[in-house]
């Protein structure tokens, strides 16, 4: 039941059938806010970032090699890369198979030796499968 001719136009109607879009202000204001959100959010991101690094108190370090020596017992040999007048502690810890911690231990570097190897014996409550360092901070 149309009401028009389909050959003398289109159905829907042509561009001048339709009146004019309102002007629409305002889109700089919300541009602004957008890209103050944006500066607020990536600015507070940057900050947990930075904050994760504990401030440049960390200690590089590296493990050599580790063996497991029994069901309740692991050795590991790794390197601190620190400073000489600095204070190194680190935390080894050894897994098992599943990946459940079996066995932790702090080990202290204290000041006056600079990058060092060291090796470290390791009590084990169970199995371990592998034994790596958690973190090695400065103090």
Request: hydrophobic share 40%.
């Amino acid at each position: 039941m149309a009401t028009r001719d389909v050959e003398n136009g289109p159905v829907l109607g042509t561009p001048d059938d339709f009146p004019d879009r309102p002007r629409r202000g305002g889109r700089l204001v919300v541009h602004v806010v957008i890209g103050v959100l944006v500066a607020i959010v990536a600015g507070g991101w940057g900050y947990v970032m930075w904050s994760m690094t504990a401030g440049g108190s960390e200690a590089p370090s590296q493990v050599v090699t580790f063996t497991i020596e029994s069901a309740n017992r692991a050795e590991i040999t790794f390197e601190v890369y620190k400073p000489d007048d600095r204070v190194a502690v680190c935390r080894i810890r050894a897994l098992d198979v599943y990946h459940t911690e079996v066995g932790s231990k702090e080990v202290r570097i204290p000041a006056g030796e600079g990058s060092k190897q060291i090796k470290e014996g390791l009590d084990t409550s169970g199995q371990a499968t592998s034994v790596h360092i958690q973190y090695c901070n400065l103090v």
